[in-house]
T-cell receptor, first 111, second 112 residues
Framework: DVKVTQSSRYLVKRTGEKVFLECVQD?????MFWYRQDPGLGLRLIYF???????EKGDIPEGYSVSREKKERFSLILESASTNQTSMYLC??????????FGSGTRLTVV | QKEVEQDPGPLSVPEGAIVSLNCTYS??????FMWYRQYSRKGPELLMY????GNKEDGRFTAQVDKSSKYISLFIRDSQPSDSATYLC????????????FGQGTTLQVKP
């Protein structure tokens, strides 16, 4: 089975900090995605990547950036964390769109 | 208007009931339809996947797609407390280059 591993389950950061969320997949998937999930708003796509060093903005990229230096690793960066970025962050990977595999999520609290 | 609409619930049923979960969509280009199940504090996991119209059955779960009505359903027979989770529909078409469009998710509680 494909595994998508997110480095932290729970994080607490202070306003203004630079935050790195790491995601690693072990099945050579080309596509990787970062979502945030909030009650009443569902899953919202932040950024995605179809290849190494390639990235595309999703629906809500403001305040975020990403890095994909290696195929298996896709990092989400909060340049200056704010309280409205408190959320559950989910990473996913796929071969071609059918059947994303999600990580377990990182619950980030910004205080 | 959202591309995919899903009633967030919550939906509460007694154990053994038949559960019907539904999504409507607006983009006629969607060809691939999926249902994900998400337990509390976990990531979503793929439950079922169908291509184009028709039915697909897997144990107690049946997925239906009606492209003429732009309507998809997930039926759960003999529901169990372990089925309590949030169910998300997702879909995409060839023009989406692999980017899934998700519904908001329906929270289901099956009471013993």
């Amino acid at each position: 089975d494909v595994k998508v591993t997110q480095s932290s389950r729970y994080l607490v950061k202070r306003t203004g900090e630079k935050v790195f969320l790491e995601c690693v997949q072990d099945m050579d998937h080309e596509n990787m995605f970062w979502y945030r999930q909030d009650p009443g708003l569902g899953l919202r796509l932040i950024y995605f990547s179809y290849d190494v060093k390639m990235k595309e903005k999703g629906d809500i990229p403001e305040g975020y950036s990403v890095s994909r230096e290696k195929k298996e690793r896709f990092s989400l960066i909060l340049e200056s964390a704010s309280t409205n970025q408190t959320s559950m962050y989910l990473c996913a990977s796929s071969l071609g769109g059918v059947g994303y595999t999600f990580g377990s999520g990182t619950r980030l609290t910004v205080v | 208007q959202k591309e995919v609409e899903q009633d967030p619930g919550p939906l509460s049923v007694p154990e053994g009931a038949i559960v019907s979960l539904n999504c409507t969509y607006s983009n006629s280009a969607f060809q691939y339809f999926m249902w994900y199940r998400q337990y509390s504090r976990k990531g979503p996991e793929l439950l079922m996947y169908t291509y184009s119209s028709g039915n697909k059955e897997d144990g107690r779960f049946t997925a239906q797609v009606d492209k003429s009505s732009k309507y998809i359903s997930l039926f759960i027979r003999d529901s169990q407390p372990s089925d309590s989770a949030t169910y998300l529909c997702a879909m995409y078409g060839s023009s989406n280059t692999g980017k899934l469009i998700f519904g908001q998710g329906t929270t289901l509680q099956v009471k013993p």
